[in-house]
C-alpha cells in the first residue's frame, strides 16, 4: 500500500502494485520498480522469531490472576513488566529447544509466576584448555543461585587477540546447551579452532527446576568473556 499527503502530492510511500514510491528529506517523490527482497531468512533467525512468537501466545493463554502473579513478581525483582519477564526467558527456552542446539533434547515447560525471589546468577569465566592434541578454549559455569538452570553457551568467530570487545554475531553452528544443578561447576571445550585467535563466548541461562520454591523460568543477564585458543600436545 502507498500512502500519499496531496495537494497534489507533497510525499508518497509505500508500494502500489510493482511501483515503490519514497520521499526525501527535502521533499522530492521518488518512484522505482519494487525489488523482491532477496536476503532470506536464515534458520535460526526463524527459530528466534517462532521462540518469540510462541512466548507471547504462552502469556495471551494465562488467566488475569496469572498475569497478575508474574506483574507482582516482576516488581519485586526488578521493576520490568510481568510480560517481559515471562516472554523473555519462555522466548530463550523456546529457541534452545526449537532449534535443536546441542546438549538439549527435552526442556519441561512452566508457565506459572516463580514462587522464589531473584534471578539465577551463574558464574561464566575463561578456564585452562586441556584437551590433549587439540586446538581450542573452555570456559568454566557455576550455577550459585539455588535453582537449577539450563545453561547455553555461544562462541564468536575467530578474531585478532588485540580485540576486548564483542556482542555478536555468534557461530551458531556451535552453540551448545546444558543443563546445570544448583552449586555444579561445568566446564565445557570448544575444539577445532585457530591457535593463537581470540573467541568471544556469550552465556544465557534460566531456571528450569521441578521442586517446590524453586519453581518457575526466568532468565539471568547475558555474560560475556573471551579466551585465546591454544594447542595442546
Not at 507482582?72 to 516472554?87: C, H, I, P, S, Y
Not at 529457541?95 to 525471589?117: E, K, M, R, Y
Not at 531473584?118 to 585452562?128: E, I, K, L, Q
Not at 538452570?149 to 564468536?156: A, D, K, R
Request: a positive charge; charged letters at 15%.
Amino acid at each position: 500500500m502507498a500512502k500519499i499527503v496531496s495537494h497534489v502530492w507533497s510525499s508518497a510511500r509505500g508500494s502500489v502494485a510493482g511501483i515503490t514510491y519514497l520521499t526525501t528529506p527535502s521533499g522530492a517523490i521518488i518512484a522505482r520498480q519494487r525489488v523482491i527482497p532477496v536476503n532470506a531468512p536464515s534458520p535460526f533467525r526463524t527459530f528466534i522469531k517462532n521462540a518469540l512468537t510462541e512466548a507471547v501466545s504462552d502469556w495471551d493463554s494465562l488467566t488475569v490472576a496469572q498475569k497478575a502473579a508474574w506483574n507482582t513478581w516482576a516488581a519485586a525483582n526488578g521493576g520490568l513488566k510481568g510480560r517481559q519477564e515471562f516472554v523473555a526467558s519462555q522466548s530463550l527456552r523456546n529457541f534452545i529447544l526449537g532449534s535443536g542446539i546441542a546438549g538439549v533434547t527435552v526442556i519441561l515447560q512452566n508457565l506459572i509466576a516463580p514462587d522464589f525471589a531473584g534471578h539465577p546468577a551463574v558464574t561464566h569465566a575463561a578456564a585452562p584448555f586441556v584437551t590433549p592434541l587439540m586446538t581450542g578454549v573452555a570456559f568454566k559455569n557455576r550455577v550459585t543461585s539455588p535453582q537449577k538452570c539450563i545453561v547455553m553457551l555461544e562462541l564468536s568467530p575467530a578474531m585478532s587477540n588485540g580485540r576486548y570487545f564483542w556482542k555478536g554475531p555468534w557461530d551458531t553452528s556451535r552453540s551448545i546447551a546444558f543443563e546445570l544443578a544448583a552449586a555444579a561447576t561445568v566446564t565445557t571445550t570448544f575444539t577445532g579452532l585457530n591457535a593463537g585467535m581470540r573467541y568471544y563466548c556469550r552465556m544465557r541461562a534460566y531456571t528450569a527446576d521441578t521442586v517446590s520454591l524453586k519453581l518457575g523460568c526466568v532468565i539471568n543477564a547475558p555474560m560475556i568473556t573471551y579466551s585465546d585458543a591454544v594447542t595442546n600436545p
